[in-house]
Structure formats: C-alpha cells, structure tokens
C-alpha cells in the first residue's frame, strides 16, 4: 500500500500544471529529435543540461524523461518512413516497417509501434513502480566493494557486451575513464591532468562530452561522408489498424515487452539484443500467410514485437539509474549528468531523501506515455513535415543549440574549443567504428567507480582480498564475470536465428 | 557481424595502424602526466595516481592490439560507418572554420552574430558536400538570414526565460 500511497503523491506533484506543460513540452521536443536524423535523446538532454541551473528539478527531470521517452516514439517514424533507425533499438522495426511501408502499409506500422512502444511502456512502468523500491531496500545494505563491481558490470556490459568488437569497446571505455581522470581528484584534491589550465580542474563536463561526441560529430561526419546521402521517403496513409492487424499486433507486444523489461532492469541496459530476439521470435511464432510477409510485404508482428521490447528495455533502465545510480546507456548517463547538477547522487538513498523527487519522476513516465500516444497517433503527420527540413540548414542549425548547450555552462570560450576536439574525437571514433557509449558512460562513472574502488580498499586496510571476501562483492565479481560470457552466447544464439530466418 | 578479418585495403589498414599508434600514444601522454600525480595514499592502498595509471596501461595494450589487429588483416567485425569512401575534406573545413571562429570570436561579437557566422558558414559546408554548388548572394543572404533567425529566439529564449547567461554584443539584452 505504501507503493501505492507514494505513486498518488507522485502523481499529485506531477500533474500540477507547470509539471504537465514541462512533461507535454519534453514529451513533444523529444518526439521531434527522434525523428529529425543527426541529433537523438542523448544530446538533447545534454544541450539543455544548463536549464538545471534556473529549473527545480522535479520540473527538468519531467522534462528530461519525456525527451527519453519522445525520442523512442519518434525514432519508430523514421524507420518507418525512411527505412533509416535513429539509433540500435529500431534498427528491427526499420527491417519489417520500411517493408510494411514500401507495400502502403505504413499507417498500420506507425499504429502498431506507437501502440505497442505505449503498451510496453506502461507495463515497464509498473514494473518500475513495484520493483524500483524493493532493489533500492536491497541496495541500501551494498557497501564500497559491492557498488564498485557493480559499476564494473555496467562498464563491462556497455563496452566488452554491446559492442561489436570487445577490444574497441574496452578501447573507448579507457578513453572515457581517462577524461574523467582530468581535474580535482575526488578524495584527496590533487590536480590531474590540468595542463595549468584553470578550466580543467572541475573536468570535463558530460555535456561538453556528449554535445561533442554526438551532435558536433554527427554534423562533421554529415560534411565530411554523408553529403550525398538521399534518402527515399515512403508514402504515409491512414494511421489505422484492421481487425487483423490487431489479433496479431497484441500477443506480439506483450512478448516484446516480457522479453525487454528484464533486460532493461539488469545493468546490461542496451536494446540491441532484447529487440533481436524479440523478433526471432515473433517470427518463430508466425505461421502460414503471417509468416510469408515476413521480409516480403513485411509482417506487422515484426514490427510490434521489437518496438514492444525497445521501450520496456529503456523504461525499465530507470530502475538501475534510479536506485544504484548505474547509467545503462547514453541518455540515462546524460540523466545522471543532470542529478549531479543538482548535488544529487542517484543510489538507493534516493527513494528516502528525494522520495517525492522519484515519485513524480515515475507518476510522470505513465502520463509521459499517454502524451505520446496521442502526439503520435493523430498528429504523426506533423511530424513527418519535419523530414523535409533539408539537410545542410538542419545540421547547421543542430550546431547552434550545440553552442548553448556548451557555452551556457559557463560560459567559456575554451569549452567550445575542446567541444570542437570532443567533435573530431567522435569523427575518427565512428569511421573506424569505435562505440561511443562506453566514453560517455566511463567519463561520468569513472570518479564514482575509483572513489568507491579507494573507499573500498581503504575498508579493507590496503587489501584487494576485500573484493573476494565479502560474499555479495564475491558473488559480483562472478556475475561481471558471467556477463561477459553469456551475452555472446545469446547474441550468437539470435544472429543464427536471424540467419535462419532469412534464409527460410 | 562477422569475426573473421575482413578484406581492408592497404589504405585502410594504414589509417588503421595510425589510429591504432594513436591509442598507444595517448597511453604515453598519459603516462607522462601520471608521473608528476602524487601517489600519497592515505588509510587506503590506493592514491591518486593509481586510476591514471591503470589507464595508460590498460590503453597502451589496447594499443598494441589493435596495431596487431590493423596488421594482420584490419580491424575485426567492423560495419561500414555508412557514407562515401572519401572524406570530402573542403565541407570538412567550412564546418570546422564556422565552429573555430564561433569559439574565437562569441566573447566579442556577442552569441547572436557568432552563431549566424558558425551555421552561415557550416551551411557552406555542407551544401558543397551535398553537390549543389556555392549558391549565390542571395542563397548567401538568406542563409545569413536563417541563421539570425534560429539564434536570435535560442538567444532570448535561453537568456530571458532560464536566466542562462549568455554573451551580447551590446549589454541592452537583445542584441
């Protein structure tokens, strides 16, 4: 009763007027950052982290959140549309979608991704409404050791799991733990890595990271690569859904969000794997007419399953932010970039000293989701009007909010020189297909993970044996270790059945 | 998504070994720094210089692996990055001189003017790239135009409205 006691005052505080615009105007700027190509949630929230400095916090996390949760919907429309995923979790709707599209059939598909992002991220809430407060009781009782290897296991799923190339990721993750080396150490205040330069010593900011790593990159990247990319786009039709459509669109949502909300809740955050199986399955499960679209006219299951999946999989990654304080992507880094703003550390304390703050932040993710659904249902039409923004005026327009974004910190003409070598930084990363991830998440995790990693060996006078000694950090320790054998497993167990699938 | 080496060029497999050198020299940089880090630990075994040299070596080594990679073969499992083979390097440098110039020049001329100079030249940049051609004066002008009119409500925006401080070229606020 206490869960539900909390939620209504969550719900009170969220749905006062100032927090509903805050969460309607989130909700709608994320909407169009998924759909507009060359800017995505990440730095989105992360070139509106100054606002933490004017805005309450209960108001710019609404705000923030519903960017996270705006951009899932309108990632869907553009892979739709153009066949091109805004980033890894619709990568499997653009296979089925730009199929269903290319056959007239995108209304449905738009239907059955918005519906089903809307039905998985409600349940995922739920999810996160029940089981967010038990993890952080259960946290509470971690010590140093325990909460190092935990942030060892999220820095081994973003870089040695997610990626495609462990020695690549393990490559970024290093360069991010050494930009978060640069400044005041944390414990004893030694200057690291200064250079003599008076703005090094508060480090890097994580918005200069991710605002030069994604956006100033990405507009590089389009200069240098990308400028003869066109782009076809499919015809919309009517959002509308058949009966058909509807018998085989359910039972593939609530598959898609069974399989993303654990997936979501462990610290091996990333919507690549819980997609992909998602849609082995989906088509496993498929027989005769069904399974004969599939990669023809393409099937609706295909879509509604991993659409499913990929938002109960970054709605349930709250849970981790929330109460170990343990980022599973770039955008929950770039949100726990903005609780540091504000002197917050997110951990299991969380639910007791900012109980209120947590509250609102999940009664708001239910009306975040509802928004959606109704920005994305009837007016997915405005949004498609955004793609016709031509290409060297956008890009250069994503460079402007980029100068806020890095200048409004404080206002330092040296930031945006070193944004500038952040940008050149994430060109050379993606043309030789280095992760980004593992940067942004090493560099704001990185000065947590040592200090807790000193404080830990400290407790254990100068022994390393503390990792092994104490049964929860032991039982860590294996699991970090079991994280890196058993997701390749998986993987390779859902690209054969890709392969598969295909081929049949 | 395959594991096995993929066909690369001897051109890619020197910008590979290049990267690659370039790894392992930012592990000697940071090595360099880490030295004059001191090392007092406290009640912990741990200092300050632990975290910084547990980088460098762990980046070195990464280093020399992927210049092993790049030798024998080229990077493993890589995907294309998507976009053409060669870097159209002039786009490249309309967008870098906007960003620069952006950087040297918003303390004085103020952030409105700054950034219509970056997205002015940025545009030029990136519609070269796109193959339509330098434009003309009045595409110039218009472009000029666009960009005052994406700064100037960023500007007040952020200025009025979050109090963010921002630079002006006059102190009237609007400007």
Same mark, same amino acid.
């Given at each position: 009763m206490d869960v539900l006691n909390a939620l209504m005052a969550g719900f009170a505080t969220a749905a006062t007027p100032a927090n509903l615009l805050w969460a309607l105007l989130g909700c709608a700027l994320g909407t169009a950052v998924g759909v507009l190509p060359g800017i995505g949630p990440a730095v989105a929230v992360a070139m509106l982290l100054p606002i933490t400095a004017k805005v309450e916090i209960t108001a710019s996390m609404i705000f923030f959140a519903g960017i996270y949760y705006g951009a899932m919907y309108g990632g869907s429309t553009t892979s739709v549309l153009l066949n091109t995923p805004g980033e890894t979790g619709s990568m499997v709707t653009a296979l089925e979608g730009n199929r269903m599209a290319k056959n007239g059939r995108a209304g449905a598909a738009l239907a059955t991704a918005a519906l089903g992002s809307f039905v998985a991220g409600t349940v995922a809430t739920v999810v996160v409404t029940l089981f967010a407060p038990w993890v952080a009781d259960f946290a509470v009782r971690l010590g140093p050791p325990e909460y190092f290897l935990l942030m060892v296991l999220a820095f081994t799923t973003v870089s040695a799991v997610l990626g495609k190339s462990t020695l690549r990721g393990l490559t970024a993750l290093f360069v991010g733990l050494a930009m978060g080396c640069v400044g005041m150490d944390q414990i004893s205040g030694a200057a690291r890595y200064t250079l003599g330069q008076p703005e090094l010593l508060d480090g890097i900011d994580i918005v200069l990271a991710a605002v030069g790593l994604f956006a100033v990159a990405e507009v590089l990247y389009a200069a240098l690569y990308e400028g003869r990319l066109q782009g076809t786009q499919n015809a919309m039709g009517r959002v509308h859904m058949s009966l058909r459509d509807w018998r085989r669109s359910v039972p593939a949502w609530l598959r898609g969000t069974a399989i993303g909300t654990p997936f979501g809740c462990i610290p091996a955050?990333?919507?690549?794997?819980?997609?992909?199986?998602?849609?082995?399955?989906?088509?496993?499960l498929a027989r005769g007419p069904d399974l004969a679209e599939f990669?023809?006219?393409?099937?609706?299951?295909?879509?509604?399953?991993?659409?499913?999946? !990929?938002?109960?999989?970054?709605?349930?990654?709250?849970?981790?932010?929330?109460?170990?304080?343990?980022?599973?992507? !770039?955008?929950?880094?770039?949100?726990?970039?903005?609780?540091? !703003?504000?002197?917050?550390?997110?951990?299991?304390?969380?639910?007791?000293?900012?109980?209120?703050?947590?509250?609102?932040?999940?009664?708001?993710?239910?009306?975040?989701?509802?928004?959606?659904?109704?920005? !994305?249902?009837?007016?997915?039409?405005?949004?498609?009007?955004?793609?016709?923004?031509?290409?060297?005026?956008?890009?250069?327009?994503?460079?402007?909010?980029?100068?806020?974004?890095?200048?409004?910190?404080?206002?330092?003409?040296?930031?945006?020189?070193?944004?500038?070598?952040?940008?050149?930084?994430?060109?050379?990363?993606?043309?030789?297909?280095?992760?980004?991830?593992?940067?942004?998440?090493?560099?704001?995790?990185?000065p947590l993970a040592e200090a807790q990693m000193r404080n830990a060996v400290a407790i254990g006078e100068g022994s390393w044996a503390v990792f092994v000694q104490r049964p929860m950090s032991a039982a860590l320790l294996a699991v970090v270790l079991a994280v890196l054998v058993l997701p390749r497993l998986l993987r390779g167990w859902a690209v054969r059945r890709m392969a598969l699938a295909r081929t049949a | 998504m395959?594991?096995?080496?993929?066909?690369?060029?001897?051109?890619?497999?020197?910008?590979?070994?290049?990267?690659?050198?370039?790894?392992?020299?930012?592990?000697?940089?940071?090595?360099?720094?880490?030295?004059?880090?001191?090392?007092?630990?406290?009640?912990?075994?741990?200092?300050?210089?632990?975290?910084?040299?547990?980088?460098?070596?762990?980046?070195?080594?990464?280093?020399?692996?992927?210049?092993?990679?790049?030798?024998?073969?080229?990077?493993?499992?890589?995907?294309?990055?998507?976009?053409?083979?060669?870097?159209?390097?002039s786009a490249g440098l309309w967008v870098s001189a906007g960003l620069l110039l952006n950087a040297a020049l918003i303390g004085t001329l103020g952030f409105i003017l700054s950034c219509t100079l970056c997205y002015w030249l940025a545009v030029q940049g990136l519609r070269r790239a796109a193959g339509q051609g330098a434009g003309s004066p009045r595409t110039w002008a218009l472009d000029a135009l666009t960009g005052a009119l994406i700064a100037a409500p960023v500007f007040w925006v952020f200025t009025k409205f979050l109090a963010i401080n921002l630079p002006g070229l006059t102190r009237t606020g609007w400007l």
């Amino acid at each position: 009763m206490d869960v539900l006691n909390a939620l209504m005052a969550g719900f009170a505080t969220a749905a006062t007027p100032a927090n509903l615009l805050w969460a309607l105007l989130g909700c709608a700027l994320g909407t169009a950052v998924g759909v507009l190509p060359g800017i995505g949630p990440a730095v989105a929230v992360a070139m509106l982290l100054p606002i933490t400095a004017k805005v309450e916090i209960t108001a710019s996390m609404i705000f923030f959140a519903g960017i996270y949760y705006g951009a899932m919907y309108g990632g869907s429309t553009t892979s739709v549309l153009l066949n091109t995923p805004g980033e890894t979790g619709s990568m499997v709707t653009a296979l089925e979608g730009n199929r269903m599209a290319k056959n007239g059939r995108a209304g449905a598909a738009l239907a059955t991704a918005a519906l089903g992002s809307f039905v998985a991220g409600t349940v995922a809430t739920v999810v996160v409404t029940l089981f967010a407060p038990w993890v952080a009781d259960f946290a509470v009782r971690l010590g140093p050791p325990e909460y190092f290897l935990l942030m060892v296991l999220a820095f081994t799923t973003v870089s040695a799991v997610l990626g495609k190339s462990t020695l690549r990721g393990l490559t970024a993750l290093f360069v991010g733990l050494a930009m978060g080396c640069v400044g005041m150490d944390q414990i004893s205040g030694a200057a690291r890595y200064t250079l003599g330069q008076p703005e090094l010593l508060d480090g890097i900011d994580i918005v200069l990271a991710a605002v030069g790593l994604f956006a100033v990159a990405e507009v590089l990247y389009a200069a240098l690569y990308e400028g003869r990319l066109q782009g076809t786009q499919n015809a919309m039709g009517r959002v509308h859904m058949s009966l058909r459509d509807w018998r085989r669109s359910v039972p593939a949502w609530l598959r898609g969000t069974a399989i993303g909300t654990p997936f979501g809740c462990i610290p091996a955050g990333g919507t690549e794997i819980p997609t992909f199986l998602s849609y082995a399955v989906e088509k496993k499960l498929a027989r005769g007419p069904d399974l004969a679209e599939f990669g023809r006219q393409g099937a609706i299951e295909g879509v509604a399953g991993p659409e499913a999946a !990929n938002n109960a999989t970054v709605t349930a990654a709250m849970i981790p932010l929330l109460t170990l304080g343990i980022p599973t992507s !770039n955008t929950t880094a770039v949100l726990l970039g903005a609780f540091q !703003n504000y002197g917050i550390n997110p951990g299991p304390q969380l639910f007791t000293t900012s109980a209120s703050l947590v509250w609102a932040l999940i009664a708001s993710l239910y009306i975040g989701n509802l928004m959606l659904l109704v920005l !994305n249902l009837p007016l997915v039409g405005v949004w498609v009007r955004l793609l016709k923004i031509p290409r060297p005026q956008l890009y250069a327009g994503i460079l402007i909010f980029a100068t806020v974004g890095a200048y409004g910190m404080r206002q330092s003409a040296f930031d945006l020189f070193l944004l500038y070598a952040i940008g050149v930084l994430g060109v050379l990363m993606r043309r030789f297909d280095f992760p980004t991830a593992p940067v942004v998440v090493g560099m704001i995790l990185g000065p947590l993970a040592e200090a807790q990693m000193r404080n830990a060996v400290a407790i254990g006078e100068g022994s390393w044996a503390v990792f092994v000694q104490r049964p929860m950090s032991a039982a860590l320790l294996a699991v970090v270790l079991a994280v890196l054998v058993l997701p390749r497993l998986l993987r390779g167990w859902a690209v054969r059945r890709m392969a598969l699938a295909r081929t049949a | 998504m395959s594991s096995q080496a993929p066909e690369t060029s001897a051109g890619t497999a020197r910008m590979q070994a290049a990267v690659a050198a370039g790894v392992f020299g930012c592990a000697v940089l940071l090595a360099a720094g880490a030295v004059g880090i001191p090392s007092n630990a406290g009640y912990g075994g741990v200092g300050p210089n632990f975290l910084p040299w547990g980088v460098a070596a762990a980046l070195a080594l990464c280093g020399v692996l992927l210049l092993r990679e790049a030798l024998t073969g080229g990077f493993r499992a890589t995907e294309d990055p998507g976009g053409g083979a060669r870097a159209h390097l002039s786009a490249g440098l309309w967008v870098s001189a906007g960003l620069l110039l952006n950087a040297a020049l918003i303390g004085t001329l103020g952030f409105i003017l700054s950034c219509t100079l970056c997205y002015w030249l940025a545009v030029q940049g990136l519609r070269r790239a796109a193959g339509q051609g330098a434009g003309s004066p009045r595409t110039w002008a218009l472009d000029a135009l666009t960009g005052a009119l994406i700064a100037a409500p960023v500007f007040w925006v952020f200025t009025k409205f979050l109090a963010i401080n921002l630079p002006g070229l006059t102190r009237t606020g609007w400007l």
